[in-house]
Nanobody
Framework: QVHLEESGGGLVQPGGSLSLSCEAS????????MGWYRQAPGKQRELVAT???????RYADFVKGRIATSRDNADNSVRLVMNNLKFEDTAVYYC???????????????WGQGTQVTVSL
């Protein structure tokens, strides 16, 4: 089993910055991909950013230029730095990871519990 522990989030004013972190632990051989999704009230969950174990990144168009993701393969963690936050960035942000199990050598997707980001005056 794999657990994703998120930290960060909170309340920030428009134009401000915030950083989220996520660390994976458990039955892990490798993590080919980690990423972030978000879900605003009344909306579907949407992709924010992903990063491969080689460092290749992909960003949603609505965050390009404002958000950067990075990861530390040594401690199975991923970070999301968000700048110039807007009201519409308010959402629950979820960490996700595609993990290859040590025991089964198969790949599965795991999700964190989510952390709230609120952009407000």
């Amino acid at each position: 089993q794999v657990h994703l522990e998120e930290s960060g989030g909170g309340l920030v004013q428009p134009g401000g910055s915030l950083s989220l972190s996520c660390e994976a632990s458990g039955n892990i051989l490798s993590i080919p991909s980690m990423g972030w999704y978000r879900q605003a009230p009344g909306k579907q969950r949407e992709l924010v950013a992903t990063i491969s174990d080689g460092g290749a990144t992909r960003y949603a168009d609505f965050v390009k230029g404002r958000i950067a993701t990075s990861r530390d393969n040594a401690d199975n963690s991923v970070r999301l730095v968000m700048n110039n936050l807007k009201f519409e960035d308010t959402a629950v942000y979820y960490c996700t990871a595609r993990v290859v199990s040590i025991t089964t050598k198969t790949e599965s997707e795991y999700w964190g519990q989510g952390t709230q980001v609120t952009v407000s005056l």
